[in-house]
């Protein structure tokens, strides 16, 4: 069965830190490129970084770059996405990502989710 878990997120005032972790399992990832949503109540799901199967930064989001940076470690099938200077308006549920073909930058098509953590951040 293939999985992707998320966990890391919590509540943290403004200005502080997260590290969110994606933990793969059921199928090898280090071939695929991966990459971290992030949604609110009433809004669409929204591509915030993405990282190629070979560990390079594709896309960041303007809302999150400088502050915002995703690494993989393939040898523990684990996506991390580290959260500096975090605003009231990264408050979202986060979700990470796996592209259905290998090879990939990380912008899908996607083909396994995991089920989300939430980080809430206060003024």
């Known amino acids: 069965q293939v999985q992707l878990v998320e966990s890391g997120g919590g509540l943290v005032q403004a200005g502080g830190s997260l590290r969110l972790s994606c933990a793969a399992s059921?199928?090898?990832?280090?071939?695929?490129?991966m990459a971290w949503f992030r949604q609110v109540p009433g809004k669409e799901r929204e591509l915030i970084v993405a990282v190629l199967w070979s560990g390079g930064t594709t896309d960041s989001a303007d809302s999150v770059q400088g502050r915002f940076t995703i690494s993989r470690d393939d040898a523990k099938n684990m996506v991390y996405l580290q959260m500096n200077n975090l605003k009231p308006e990264d408050t979202a549920v986060y979700y990470c990502a796996a592209d259905r073909n290998p090879w990939g930058a990380g912008r899908g098509p996607y083909a396994y989710w995991g089920q989300g953590t939430q980080v809430t951040v206060s003024s």
């Open positions: 059921g199928v090898t990832f280090r071939n695929r490129g």
